[in-house]
């Protein structure tokens, strides 16, 4: 519902309240009034959410002013904390100035206090209204919409056959006989009713294989009466269904365990929302051991996993093939295609993506104009634009989902809105904005992270985002979202004032420009920024998101932000040529999240010592070379979490004065650090005592000795929370017995010495789970030789070569025992595996790709029965 939104920002402004109390006692009193009416805000919409209509109009009314005045509050707060600390950087005769504007922020905040004490007033005439609209309409609302859905899937069936085959087959299967449920899952729209009533036509009706069958199509308001009511009307008499229609939940089941007893019974369940619904009604369901069926589609994981032992079907979308097939046969039906439309025909099908929905809206869009190459063109870039015209059959399906989500990831599911189209998203790199943003609710037991990670999985689950890639340990690497998706967290974001997108396709005015909460400029940020919607400051702007065009970010572009986008805490710069970063970076005080990147490395002289300033940075990532030590007062950053260079990052030397008490105690993640001389000092010192995550780069110039560098791995000990370690161009490092911590999880070598004495202390560490070893150092390296004893690598799960210089491994029984995985790429020297290989009991998966010829012969030569792993075999030199 669109007031969760509200609620999230209302309880993250009462947060903030709280935490900054010393920032904002200038105005003690005002602000304490004001926090005492947001509460009751919040109060009264929490407890009020099941009594009010979403499609209520009054009620819109009253959310919209809910929303206004509490963005009111907001700016308020923000601007007066701003000014608060700008002050403290002035002089005296400048800080008397400030004084001077007290009386005049008590007054806005009183202001904005009366304000919601008469909207307060008000409250129970918006819900009286609304509760008397909401009732005449309830029925009707509940069942229309899906309805209509239901009726747009059952359309057509292109693309279908294969993926009906499989389930068809699970279904029949004979050798399970007992009652058992099956469930497919995808986005709205993909066409899972549709495919689950080709499947009942044919197991239900033609194939006989079922005493009885039942088919209940359910929304988002159904409850457990809903659905057995449903069941039982398929199944009893005209006569026995008013029966059924006035018993208790425990009736129904009772009466429905009493129908199928004894039969063989085939049941769909289409379109489940709520999770938990089967756990309470499968108790109707009898499990006679004769092959009973219950087909169950849905849009999340976690509604089918509660009780099958079938793993759920995920639902692709169509190919480029199956795309224009459906299209061409919605549009023209019996007829042929016009010669001269079927490449622009193809080209449209496309656009959709592959989603059905979107396929069978167009393909009415197209039916209804004129059929020719010239009218068609016109849709070439512009499709969803069209289908979103089309709100009740594109958008109101896809908000279902949405709206259906809790209110902490509805503002995670709006941000993905500001990415462009066909943006490959970097998993680690969103969940760090939304934490920038406030999005993620961690507490003192949980790292933001991992909260964050499971709010992302969360999105999966219920069919909201797409994986692309996973990483090594089975997280989210890189995720899609659809393009309708992407367009319906467009439209509910400008509709909550929460983001909107600036393009070539979507122009913005300058009244609106100074009005947003969230801004994503993609195109030419010059001519952007060239233009009169930016040259009015903007008090409501919390995020800046440029994707460029590989064009130069100019002094006089840095200097308009400053100036317009004053109050932002995410400035996020992609594919963005920026030369340097100004000084006055710290004017943007607010600022907890700065991304510099572009897909040619880019070269920074420095970064200004005045980024210190900034008391909230979250999160500093450059893709490129800084060529000078980090500023000497980096170590003041408290709230610092994130600090990547891509390529080179030198720390400063702590100073004598101060160096003891001040570090980065919330630094998680380090990567690109340069290895020098003072490398181990500032691991003695605890300088950032709680890292996670570090990368390390070898700078062969620093010229330093074999003990010089295994004593900089050493000092690594006195960093008990380091889990994941890469070493990028490490020259050859004395073997020593306790060189590395034993709290490693993972850890990569790239283009780095190792020998058979370093490989025996990897073994060693009995928490290691994840190994990678990527190039080794210099082009005149012995072939390397892996021998691994009984008992060494006790709980490595994954082990990847590449491009080594390896002839020989041996693996005795009782080594890597839990490996699951084995990736061996462009390892040409290395003849054959081990025999023991065949024998790790857990091993799933064995991927080799570009080896020699005789390495691929001996594995594609295999007798597959033998080999209980998958393996995968690129045969490509």
Known sequence: MRDDLIVFVLESLINVVKEEASLLGGVKDQVTSLQN???????????????????????????????D????????????????????????????????????VADTITSIDNKIEQILKHKETYITRGALQADHDHDVKRYSLDRSKSKVERDDSVGFSHHANNLIDQLLDEKNQQRDVVSIIGMGGSGKSKLARKIYDIVGVDHGSFECCAWVYGCREFNYRDWLLGILNCLVSRSRKKETEDKSVDELKATLLDCLQGKRYFVVLDNMWKTGVWNIIKAAFPDDSNGSRILITCREKVVSMEDSRIPPYFLPFLDEVE??????????????CPSDLEIIGKQLAQSCKGLPLSIVVLADLL?????????????????????????????????????????????????LGSLPDGFENPARQIMELWSAEGFIQANDTRE??????????????????????????????????????????????????FLEVHSTARPINSSMACKVRRLSIQGNTSQYFASDAYCNPSLSARSLLLFGERNVFETKQWQRVFKIFIYIRV??????????????????????????????????????????????????????????????HIWRMKQLRHLRVSKHLRLPKPSRRTGRHENLSNLRILSGLVVDKKT????????????????????????????????????????????????????????????????????????????????EILGALSNLRILKIRKTYGSNVPSLLIRCINGEFPNLEVFEMMGLRVETWELEKGAMPNLQRLVIKECYELRDLPNQVYSLTKLQVVEVSRMSGYFTRRLMGLNKNNVVFKLLIDSNP
């Not at 947001?38 to 819109?60: G, P, T």
């Not at 061409?328 to 007829?335: A, D, G, L, P």
């Not at 000795?705 to 994941?724: D, F, I, M, T």
């Open 37 to 67: 009416h947001l509460q009751m805000i919040n109060a009264f919409l929490q407890n009020s959410e099941k009594e009010r209509d979403e499609n209520d109009v009054v009620k819109e009314v009253f959310i919209d002013q809910l929303r």
């Open 69 to 104: 005045v509490t963005f009111e509050a907001e700016d308020v707060i923000y601007e007066y904390m701003v000014h608060v600390i700008m002050q403290k950087r002035r002089n005296v005769v400048k800080k008397s100035l400030h004084f001077r504007d007290l009386h005049d």
């Open 323 to 336: 795309s224009w097939e459906l299209l061409r046969n919605k549009v023209f039906q019996e007829e042929q």
């Open 367 to 415: 039916k209804h104009i004129e059929l020719s190459h010239w009218t068609w063109s016109n849709y070439i870039g512009n499709v969803n634009s069209y289908l979103t015209e089309d709100k009740t059959r594109c958008l109101d399906v896809m908000a279902k989902s949405y709206k259906h989500l809790p209110k902490h990831l509805k503002s995670c599911f709006l941000y």
């Open 448 to 497: 933001v992270i991992n909260v964050a990670e499971e709010y992302l999985t969360d999105l999966v689950n219920r069919s909201l985002v797409q994986v692309s890639s996973r990483r090594t340990d089975g997280g989210v690497k890189t995720f899609r979202i659809h393009e309708m998706l992407r367009e319906l967290a467009k439209f509910e974001s400008v509709r909550e004032k």
């Open 571 to 632: 400035l996020y710069l992609w594919e963005v040529h920026v030369n340097s970063i100004p000084k006055e970076i710290d004017n943007l005080i607010s600022l907890r999240y700065i991304r510099i990147w572009s897909d040619g490395l880019l070269t920074i002289p420095s970064i200004p010592s005045s980024i210190c300033n900034l008391g909230y940075l979250e999160t500093i990532d450059i893709s490129g070379d800084v060529k000078e030590c980090l500023p000497k």
């Open 680 to 759: 181990k000092f500032l691991m003695a010192q605890h300088k950032f005592p709680n890292v996670k995550k570090l990368h390390l780069v070898y700078d062969i110039k620093m010229n330093m000795n074999e003990a010089e560098v295994a004593q900089v791995l050493e000092s690594l000990n006195n960093l008990r929370q380091l889990k994941c370690l890469k070493l990028i161009g490490f020259a050859k490092f004395e073997p020593r017995p306790n060189l590395l911590p034993s709290t490693i999880e993972k850890i990569t070598f790239i283009s780095s010495y190792l020998d058979s004495e370093h490989l």
